[in-house]
Each structure stands twice: as structure tokens, then as C-alpha cells.
């Protein structure tokens, strides 16, 4: 059965920093664009960022950009969301997902396998 599993969530003040990370288990993602979005209670999942197979592109929020950055270990089968300078409207379930494609993407639609998400709270 193919597994994404998100870890690194949890409560930070206002300012500071978190490293989500998302694993994934039985096949391999290292030929997929690989992506995170967030949830907030009452609103719609948004894009937060994505990254390619090689890891050298990357693409980003403008609420994340300068903050947040993605990166992957495809030796390790895994994609990580280092998230600096957080605020408290960063508050969310963070869901990492895997791309049908190679490459970059921000639409929802063009993920096929998703995590089942790790919780964020940023304290003011």
C-alpha cells in the first residue's frame, strides 16, 4: 500500500521555526513533483509550496515565500518543509501529496496520493 506520512507538527510561538516531513512508503516518489498544501479550520486547502523530481526547481505562496522551503531526499524517499519566522495565520493542517508529473505544481487537482496531514499551531 502506498504511504505518505507527514511528522514535525506541532505548537511554536510566533517567530519560530518547524521542519515538517513527509515519508513514503511502498513505491517510490522520486520521479514525481511532490507538493504541500494547508487547511485551516473554516477554510479552503491552499497551496504552500511545491518542488520537482531532482529537487532543483521550487515553487511557492506568496504568504510562504522568504519563510518556507522545500526540499527532498529521494535516496531517503522523502520531502521536507522547513518553515521559519512563523506566524500565527501559518495555524493549519499541513498535507504533503504527490504529483502525477514531474514537475512543479500548484493545483490540487494534479496530485494523485495524498498524507493524512499534520497539525500546525503557531501561538501569538
Known amino acids: 500500500q502506498v504511504q505518505l506520512v507527514e511528522s514535525g507538527g506541532g505548537l511554536v510561538q510566533a517567530g519560530g521555526s518547524l521542519r515538517l516531513s513527509c515519508a513514503a512508503s511502498?513505491?517510490?516518489?522520486?520521479?514525481?513533483?511532490m507538493g504541500w498544501f494547508r487547511q485551516a479550520p473554516g477554510k479552503e486547502r491552499e497551496f504552500v509550496g511545491t518542488?520537482?523530481?531532482?529537487?532543483?526547481?521550487?515553487r511557492y505562496a506568496d504568504s510562504v515565500k522568504g519563510r518556507f522551503t522545500i526540499s527532498r531526499d529521494n535516496a531517503k524517499n522523502t520531502v521536507y518543509l522547513q518553515m521559519n519566522s512563523l506566524k500565527p495565520e501559518d495555524t493549519a493542517v499541513y498535507y504533503c501529496?504527490?504529483?502525477?508529473?514531474?514537475?512543479?505544481?500548484?493545483?490540487?487537482?494534479?496530485?494523485?496520493?495524498w498524507g493524512q496531514g499534520t497539525q500546525v499551531t503557531v501561538s501569538s
Open positions: 501529496a504527490a504529483a502525477r508529473d514531474s514537475y512543479t505544481t500548484s493545483t490540487a487537482r494534479d496530485y494523485f496520493n
Open positions: 511502498g513505491r517510490t516518489f522520486s520521479s514525481n513533483g
Open positions: 518542488i520537482n523530481w531532482s529537487g532543483r526547481s521550487t
